[in-house]
């Protein structure tokens, strides 16, 4: 296998059809790369002259050492990584270049190195970690909700919800309210809201509006602000979803809300999840990506949505700076 280092136009061309992140597309990598002090260097892995494998990442070079992040931390990216293409159905073949791939990017990248950090949370789609870890670096899972959506009627996924999830949509007609997808303007009210719920929590919301106005715009159509309105137009709560060519991710917004005893949050959710089934641009999306299960207290929320938990694996160097760099970065955000 060749690995070479692409620019974004080569990346482009590289991406498949279909399972990658949203983050993966160059819309976004370009958005990320003018707001992160690293340097973005994306790899992709060729049999002859076709493309098998892609990494993006985020390097820092320091005095002490450096360090290798994919995704880049604190920019609200659930997951980066690894992005594998066979062209064999045959599992030798799939692992023999899983193993190929990551040999040839470690090696470009002197991650190996005793002064190097390497970090990657890797995608849902990235099923085996397993030549990281023969290479001796650390790796653990962490947990995200997939709710398949777009190959039914939504009475079918409704099945799947708790009773009182089922109860509060049911009671939509009955209320004055409004749902629509709306825009930029929308989307700074959704992150204010943000900014100003984790300010009562005592905490640091560590995304700049200048990076996600950039990143929303950027995204075009990957990208929708749903706004739930009273009978008077005034805001009530609001989402921010985010595409990639097969799934919808929940990204920012949903603080709690309620109109008459309601969730305004779950008729949010009901409102994407309608907007995929009807909408012929959202045909091709078959999973809501409600990203994260990790969290018991958000948890005994999204779990009503009977969605599959699905696991996703994260890859640390593995040795005490790494728990050192993660400590104080944690401190940081604090």
């Given amino acids: 296998m060749r690995i070479e280092q692409l620019d974004l136009s080569e990346w482009e061309a590289a991406l498949p059809a279909a399972g990658f992140e949203v983050f993966h597309t160059p819309e976004a990598l370009r958005v990320i790369d003018d707001h992160t002090a690293a340097e973005m260097q994306l790899f992709g892995g060729f049999n002859g002259q076709e493309p098998v494998a892609l ?23 659930p997951h980066l990584g690894p992005v594998l293409m066979p062209n064999s159905p045959k599992r030798r073949k799939h692992e023999q270049l899983n193993q190929q791939f990551t040999e040839g990017v470690l090696e470009a990248l002197d991650a190996n190195s005793p002064r190097t950090l390497l970090r990657m949370v890797c995608s849902p789609s990235y099923h085996d970690p397993r030549p990281y870890r023969w290479d001796d670096f650390r790796v653990s899972s962490d947990f995200t909700y997939h709710l398949t959506v777009g190959d039914g009627p939504l009475d079918a996924v409704m099945s799947s919800f708790s009773r009182s999830l089922r109860t509060e949509i049911r009671r939509l007609d009955d209320l004055d309210l409004t749902f629509s997808v709306e825009g930029i303007e929308s989307a ?74 309601v969730s305004v949050n779950t008729l949010l959710h009901w409102a994407i999840l309608k907007d995929v089934a009807e909408d012929p641009a959202l045909s091709a999306i078959t999973t809501y990506d409600m990203v994260g299960a990790n969290t018991k207290r958000l948890c005994d929320y999204k779990s009503k949505f009977g969605a599959h938990l699905v696991p996703y694996y994260v890859v640390e160097t593995n040795n005490p700076l790494m728990d050192v760099a993660k400590t104080a970065y944690n401190v940081v955000k604090r």
């Fill in 55 to 77: 990494l993006p990442t985020f390097v820092k070079d320091r005095s002490v050492g450096r360090t290798i992040m994919s995704p880049p931390p604190a920019m609200g990216i």
């Fill in 188 to 261: 700074k009210i959704i992150y204010d809201d943000q900014v100003a719920r984790y300010a009562e929590q005592g905490e640091t919301f560590t995304l700049s509006w200048e990076y996600v106005r950039d990143l929303l715009l950027s995204l075009g159509d990957r990208c929708r602000v749903y706004v739930a309105r009273d009978g008077t137009g005034a805001y009530l709560n609001g989402i921010i979803t985010l595409y990639s060519n097969d799934t919808v991710y929940y990204w920012l917004g949903g603080m709690r809300a309620s109109y008459e005893n």
